[in-house]
Nanobody, 117 residues
């Protein structure tokens, strides 16, 4: 079973930076998209950033200009550089990989990001 392993979360003061990393435990075929989502208690998981196989990148309005997603489809790795972090960015961040092949979507276990004011 493929696992997505995330790292890079932690505690940071407002204005600081963190870089999240995600790597698949083995090669996933048919990947067409990779992304990061986040979730806070009592709320739905929301898209933060996504990158497609043709390098198209999409960001949530709240993170545009502050966060940058990058990745390598062939290596099934995806990163999220987060700058100018704010307390409202505090959440559990989940890595996601989308494939054309079953089971079509993979999730990481989540990594906590906490930003203090």
């Amino acid at each position: 079973q493929v696992q997505l392993v995330e790292s890079g979360g932690g505690f940071v003061q407002a204005g600081g930076s963190l870089r999240l990393s995600c790597v698949a435990s083995r090669t996933i075929s048919g990947v067409y998209g990779m992304g990061w989502y986040r979730q806070t208690p009592g709320n739905q998981r929301e898209l933060v950033a996504r990158i497609t196989s043709d390098d198209t990148r999409n960001y949530a309005d709240s993170v545009k200009g502050r966060f940058t997603i990058s990745g390598d489809n062939a290596k099934n790795t995806v990163y999220l550089q987060m700058n100018s972090l704010q307390p409202e960015d505090t959440a559990v961040y989940f890595c996601n990989i989308e494939s054309m092949l079953y089971p079509y979507r993979y999730w990481g276990q989540g990594t906590q990001v906490t930003v203090s004011s």
